[in-house]
């Protein structure tokens, strides 16, 4: 099996899985507890602390580790509870439901045809919509790989007097700014997008705004009383052991990975009828095209038959077929908007990996089309 879907997760490292497995069975206390066993699972939660902060390039006290992007997101949409939001109409549900449940009013603004919204976008409505107290920008899309203009989006929102959040789930592991070069408030990441387990992910708080947030859970006052609950241990590790592993080869791993996803972007746009969706600056492993007169699920299916797995473009939605609300935001013709998949790649991917993933679809667009 080749797995082609590392938007939707990736594989547990080596160095990640060890840590998992030797943290779970080692250094079981709570760290909570003052005796011995649990000063040595504190310590484990301060190093991994250390090591996200590290790669976000913030301090360790801005971190609260959560269970992934979606309580991330959550919890940074709950300083708008009552308030008006903006945030855009191409954000993963995590944040869109979170929005429409926390706020007063939502304002959502749409992206080019090219997958990117403009801070322009922002900036205006930011002046129609004064009263806006937070704004949610992603830093890249799931389904497009497409990156935002981040830092633009939250200098408009700083000078209209908003706080700024953004999932950059998809961003984290690889080679994005510093949240201070983002000048973010809050982000959210997710642990099992750059090979950590699932279950585990973290939200930066700035400083400064550590007093005003409201908790999502109520409980034992664990991380400051923001997130209570025991701290699972081997999770926390596990990410801040992923962390630094990142840190280690993402400048390497992106470049190559950007090398193998372009040469297969070349290859499936030589066939006839092809359309690549999302322009400009993307995310090195994601490639969203669209075969007209295909079914991405037939698609989808086809190669995985052939031992290719790779999504029929909503996978976050995954058990729906409901269409993306990313390429209808978009503006994509239907034909395509129903015929795209996603191909994302990455750490584990090889030069001849992709060469297959390629020969695979190009193989099941024949079949597909003739059927
Ligand atoms: N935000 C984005 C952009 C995502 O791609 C995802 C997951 O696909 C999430 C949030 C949710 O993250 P999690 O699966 O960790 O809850």
Redesign the pocket.
């Known amino acids: 099996m080749i797995y082609a879907d590392y938007a ?1 997760t990736s594989p547990l490292s080596e160095r990640v899985y060890e840590t998992l497995c030797r943290v779970s069975r080692d250094t079981f206390g709570n760290p909570s507890s003052a005796h011995s066993a649990g000063r040595a699972a504190a310590a484990l939660v301060d190093r991994a602390r250390e090591q996200t902060a590290a790669l976000l390039g913030c301090s360790p006290d801005e971190i609260v580790f959560t269970s ?3 309580e991330s ?1 959550n919890h940074a949409l709950r300083f708008a509870e009552g308030k008006t939001v903006l945030t855009s109409s191409i954000e ?1 549900p ?1 944040v869109l439901n979170a929005a429409w449940n926390a706020a007063s009013r939502l304002h959502l603004a749409d992206p080019g045809a090219d997958g990117r919204v403009s801070a322009g976008t922002i900036a205006d409505l930011l002046r129609e919509v004064p009263e806006t107290a937070l704004v949610s920008l ?1 830093y890249a899309n ?1 389904e497009t790989g497409v990156i935002q203009p981040v830092r633009e989006a939250a200098d408009a929102a700083h000078a209209a007097g908003a706080l700024f959040h953004c ?1 950059a ?2 961003g984290a592991g690889h080679c994005m700014p510093t949240v201070r070069e983002l000048d973010c408030d809050l982000l959210s990441v ?1 642990g ?1 997008k750059f090979h950590a387990p699932k279950g585990i ?1 973290a939200l930066y708080i700035r400083k400064r705004l550590a007093g005003q947030v409201p908790p999502l859970l109520y409980g034992g006052g664990q991380q400051g009383g923001l997130r209570s609950g025991t701290l699972p241990v081997p999770l926390i590790a596990a990410f801040g052991e992923a962390c630094a592993e990142a840190a280690e080869v993402m400048h390497e791993e992106d470049a190559r990975v950007r090398r193998l996803r372009d040469a297969m972007a070349e290859e499936l746009l030589a066939l006839p009828g092809s359309l690549r969706i999302g322009a400009g600056e993307t995310l090195p492993g994601i490639l969203n095209i669209a075969f007209a007169g295909t079914y991405a699920e037939s698609l989808m299916l086809l190669c995985d038959l052939r031992g290719v797995c790779l999504s029929a473009g909503s996978a ?1 939605h995954a058990g729906t077929d409901t269409p993306s609300h990313v390429l209808e935001a978009m503006g994509v013709p239907e034909e395509f908007r129903s015929s795209a998949v996603r191909i994302s790649i990455g750490r584990f991917t090889s030069a001849e990996d992709a060469v297959r993933i390629a020969a695979v679809v190009r193989e099941c667009v024949a079949l597909a089309r003739e059927g």
């Open positions: 939707a992934g992007g979606t997101d993963h995590a992603m799931n999932d789930v998809q997710s099992h992910g976050c």
